[in-house]
């Protein structure tokens, strides 16, 4: 066992990565619950914008054109939900099941020729002095740009939900979508685009595991995250900084114990892989206290009676 | 222009057509996409919904049906009973796991002793495992109010995690050449879920769920228990004046599920799967979720869409051989199945009417 073999830098820098396919799952999940909708395929979301990020950035030979498609196949299986819960009244949980499976389906489908294949590498921010000093350089500099759009899509939703008209009106909607009809609010307009905003992010999460991440393509490559993008949403108590602080702790977690394995320390692997969720169901315990965080229409449908 | 309207009361007729329609569309729809990727779409569709029942070697996929729509009935039976009432569980597989740890792990104890108790406490182990499992989110709503379908779900993984520790650490087979997973159960006669007639498919997970059926049925349409489940799914607030007490209800429709789900992964890790492994888990507990809506949570629909869904696992695997598809392929199927269920939906509880509104 050595365990100055971690290079903290390298390890920090590693768990940036780690965690910046969470952080998309989950700002775009937490747009949506704040309107009031539960959607739980955000996996199905996510590998549909693996394999269609990749296949794209194989087939152009440009990563950037991978993640414009890999928003947009999110964004498209998505709609799937929205008619679902927004026009065809269906159950919330019910139809997230239905678009992760059919998510992962279709992946498989779609991917079944990429198996193997490498893509094109995306380039990295290279900042001649800046990426060379030595602790901060790995850290702060020398990422891909998605990771820091990542970061910059954070502060964008805390900004529009805290500060702006549009980020209110959002907030009604998902507090009680029938005031917010009486006062003339599209809910279900505004719902739909929620939705298709979550799945966009969803999309680039996925991406970012097939292109940066891994990278390569294999079926069903989201499952280690599956549904740690939905818990960091509880876990942050639907607070956009709290995503990103969860998601660092989260992908910290997934990168320590990737190192302590190969510096040979005995602890059983899959008791820490289990932590996340134990940390949420906890922190779903707590929040239950406290009723006033989570968006009080989430999961209930929208009918206006005419 | 196209409006909804609520039906006073929902359809009965479309209640029982939409899953037709449904199974109607999702073939049509999937020919189509299989049209587009390039492959002869009757070729697709013909060995998910043909081959195993009527094809060449469909003396060997019938036994199939039974042993693939059992687990799913069993759960999906139990799922019903939470879904009617409004309370869900979506971890379903996460107490199937449990319940397949227990049972093996009170088999495995007991090995090499050959003894007739083995197998029946194997089955109370394994029910205990899902109730123990389902108790969590069950305890947790009840006494926090926190939130049961992220709890499940939170719990599915851990359980999944509880597999891998297991299969790689405590219940590995100590002659098994350091390869991961247990012993192999099949071969460890009384803790064997034998197939009961040679070449059938019919094992005791098949009666049980045959005896879920009607304990479902009998509970819901005779029982007061099952008379509080409707009515509180129905009208939640006239349950609560009625002074039903919904702590019980939500531990027993949880607790139930979870029993039901543990079983289900018992007799499968002690019949057709055999052995405790890191990939023992195939998705049962989510296709049950689908089973029991296109069953329309009743226990007979449940009994005709778990024969349905289990065709569809089949295919997929004659699919998969034929066609060179990938094993998740059929996945496609059964999200488009629910997909199009939940959609047609619709039409039970609104009616469409054209023209403009009439003026009350």
């Keep these: 066992m050595d365990l100055s073999a971690i290079n903290p830098a390298l390890l920090i820098a590693s768990l940036m990565v780690a965690a910046t396919p969470l952080l998309f799952a989950a700002i775009g999940e937490l747009v949506v619950e704040k309107s009031g909708v539960l959607n739980l ?29 890999a928003a947009g196949a999110g964004a498209t299986l998505s709609v799937l939900f929205a008619i679902l819960t927004q026009y065809a009244q269906a159950n919330q949980v019910a139809s997230g099941l239905s678009l992760t499976l059919f998510g992962l389906g279709m992946s498989a489908l779609l991917g079944q020729s990429y198996v193997g294949v490498k893509p094109p590498q995306m380039q990295k921010i290279d900042l001649p002095v800046l990426s060379d000093l030595p602790v901060v350089g790995p850290i702060l500099f020398g990422h891909d740009p998605m990771l820091y759009l990542a970061i910059a899509l954070i502060a964008a939703v805390w900004a529009v939900i805290k500060f702006s008209r549009i980020g209110l009106v959002l907030r009604a909607v998902g507090e009680n979508h029938d005031a917010a009809h009486a006062l003339g609010y599209k809910v279900v307009r505004i719902r739909i685009l929620a939705i298709l905003f979550g799945g966009a992010c969803a999309g680039l999460g996925g991406a970012y595991i097939s292109l940066i991440r891994v990278p390569q393509w294999t079926e069903g490559m989201t499952a280690g995250i599956r549904w740690i993008a939905l818990a960091l949403v509880v876990f942050a108590s639907w607070k956009p900084w709290r995503v990103l602080l969860g998601a660092y702790l989260f992908g910290g977690v997934t990168v320590v114990q990737l190192n302590l394995q190969a510096a040979g320390v005995a602890i059983p692997v899959e008791y820490l892989a289990m932590s996340p969720y134990l940390i949420t169901i906890l922190v779903l315990v707590i929040l239950s206290a406290d009723k006033s965080s989570a968006p009080a229409a989430l999961g209930r449908n929208f009918h206006a009676a005419r | 222009m196209i409006r909804l309207e609520k039906r006073p009361q929902p359809s009965q007729a479309w209640s029982l057509a939409t899953p037709l329609v449904a199974v109607l569309a999702t073939m049509i729809a999937g020919g189509l996409l299989f049209a587009a990727l390039g492959k002869d779409p009757v070729e697709a569709i013909r060995p998910i919904f043909w081959e195993p029942l009527f094809g060449e070697f469909a003396f060997y ?51 090499p002793l050959e003894a007739w108790y083995i197998f029946p406490l194997m089955v109370i182990a394994g029910g205990f495992g899902g109730w123990l499992w389902a108790s969590i989110p069950a305890y947790l709503k009840t006494r926090f109010g926190t939130n049961e379908i992220l709890v499940s779900l939170m719990l599915v993984y851990v359980a999944e995690q509880f597999l891998a520790s297991m299969s790689l650490g405590l219940m590995k087979n100590p002659e ?45 349409n005779r029982h007061m228990v099952g008379y509080h489940i409707r009515l509180t799914g129905e009208a939640p ?42 990939d023992f888990n195939v998705g049962y507990g989510f296709t049950a979720i689908i089973v029991a809506f296109l069953g329309r949570l009743h226990p007979v629909g449940i009994l005709l869409a778990g024969g349905l869904m289990a065709l569809t696992y089949i295919g997929g695997d004659i ?22 269920l939940l959609a047609f939906d619709l039409l039970t509880n609104f009616r469409i009417s054209l023209g403009k509104p009439e003026v009350a």
């Design chain 2, 319 to 340: 699919a998969q051989s034929n066609l060179h598809l990938p094993s998740s392929a059929i996945q496609v199927f059964q999200g488009m199945l629910l997909f199009f």
């Design chain 1, 41 to 69: 395929g955000v996996e199905g979301m996510m590998i549909v914008g693996a394999v269609a990020g990749f296949a794209t950035a194989v087939e152009t030979g440009s990563p950037l054109l991978g993640f414009v498609a």
């Design chain 2, 176 to 220: 098994g050449f350091g390869f991961p997973g247990s012993r192999n159960l099949q071969q460890y006669d009384s803790a064997h879920n034998a197939e009961l007639i040679a070449g059938s498919g019919m094992h005791w997970g098949v009666v049980a769920a045959l005896i879920a059926v009607i304990f479902a049925y009998v509970l819901l």
């Design chain 2, 61 to 111: 996929y019938r036994p199939q049906l039974l042993v693939k729509g059992a687990p799913l009935v069993l759960i999906a039976i139990g799922l019903s009973l939470g879904f009617k009432a409004g309370i869900w569980n979506i971890g379903a597989e996460g107490q199937y796991i449990m319940g397949a740890l227990f049972g093996a792990g009170v088999g495995l104890a007991f090995y």
């Design chain 2, 237 to 278: 607030r006239a349950a609560r004046f009625a002074g039903f007490n919904p702590t019980r209800l939500i531990l027993f429709c949880l607790g139930t599920s979870g029993m039901l789900a543990g079983l289900a992964g018992m007799f499968e890790v002690s019949g057709p799967s055999g052995q405790v492994s890191i």
